[in-house]
């Protein structure tokens, strides 16, 4: 049997001698943040899916992920390392039930989270991520908003912009919902001295109790940069080991040890190999009139978000 280590060897080796790209979402192990020739948030990935040079791209996260990938790079052979890693909250919605909405709220700007398929962007204005979409909803001129799936960071984003009038759809992260107000008053209550920072994908009772409300890559930044020495981490679990791993002087508490996205944590090393080797991951294909019309919102994600 090979050691971790070994693997990392081969895949390193392969990256070059293949012409391979390894992007990677926070979300994902340490092990596999150590192969990674980028790693982020889903904004990050977008902006970097744009401009990767190698042929070849392997996605370390969800199928949404891969597929913005492929919508920005249509040009690329892009792969998904381990194909059943899906977002349960990205097949929340599905194009008629966006079309219902977008018939019982006429006026209004399609705003979808990047945690949607493919099919759904291509009937949607603008897409957001969690990092970006304060700025991008503060630049769009409409002030009526549909905002689609998550009602928790669309409520959050709402409170933020109070001239605007936002619609929303009953979905959310499974993940993130767990936690509830309870959860953060017995974090509190266990390490006092502790900031408590979350994702904005929690539900509002949580998000209220928070230090800092922000991306994957907006909580690792705010903890690397705060003088505070302990942090109870609203958001999944990867996040408190990578801190762990890049800060070994501060102390990270999981706000719980049910703050863990089981599709997140579906990829290993092994998959990235198979997939470098043709015999593991999936090659994704998406028509190209999907491409076409997914790009114009995702376009002007990047376009709005700077
Ligand atoms: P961000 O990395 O953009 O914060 O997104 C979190 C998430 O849930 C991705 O599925
Ligand atoms: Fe989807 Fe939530 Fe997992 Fe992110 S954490 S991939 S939103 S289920």
Not at 65 to 89: D, F, R
Not at 98 to 118: D, F, H, M, R, S
């Amino acid at each position: 049997m090979r050691t971790t280590k070994e693997i990392q060897d081969e895949i390193n080796r392969l990256k070059k001698e293949k012409d391979f790209c390894i992007l990677v979402h926070a979300y994902q192990a340490h092990s596999i943040v150590e192969i990674a020739d980028f790693t982020g948030d889903s904004y990050g990935l977008s902006v970097q899916a744009a401009k990767v040079p190698e042929k070849n791209v392997i996605m370390c996260g969800v199928r949404f992920m891969a597929e913005t990938v492929k919508v920005l790079s249509p040009e690329k052979n892009v792969y998904l390392a381990n194909p059943t890693a899906g977002c349960p909250m990205a097949e929340q919605m599905d194009i008629p039930i966006l079309k219902g909405l977008q018939a019982k709220y006429p006026g209004y700007e399609t705003v979808a989270y990047i945690n949607t398929t493919t099919e759904l962007k291509t009937i949607c204005d603008t897409i957001v991520t969690s990092s970006s979409a304060d700025k991008i909803i503060g630049n769009i001129e409409n002030d009526k908003i549909l905002f689609v799936p998550d009602p928790n960071l669309g409520g959050w984003i709402a409170k933020r912009h109070p001239d605007k009038d936002f619609k929303f759809f009953n979905g959310g992260c499974p993940t993130h919902m767990r936690m509830r107000k309870e959860d953060v008053l017995k974090a509190k209550a266990e390490h006092p001295d502790a900031l408590f920072l979350v994702h904005p994908e929690c539900r509002a009772e949580v998000v209220e109790l928070a230090d800092y409300v922000g991306s994957t890559t907006g909580i690792m930044a705010f903890a690397k940069e705060s003088n505070a020495k302990e942090f109870i981490i609203g958001t999944e679990s990867s996040i408190v080991e990578h801190l762990q791993y890049e800060c070994p002087e501060k102390t990270f508490y999981p706000l719980s040890v049910d703050l863990i996205c089981n599709n997140m944590k579906m990829t290993t090393l092994v998959d990235v190999l198979n997939t470098m080797n043709g015999t593991g991951g999936e090659e994704i294909t998406l028509p190209d009139e999907t491409i076409k019309a997914a790009k114009k919102s995702i376009d002007r994600m990047i376009a709005l978000g700077g």
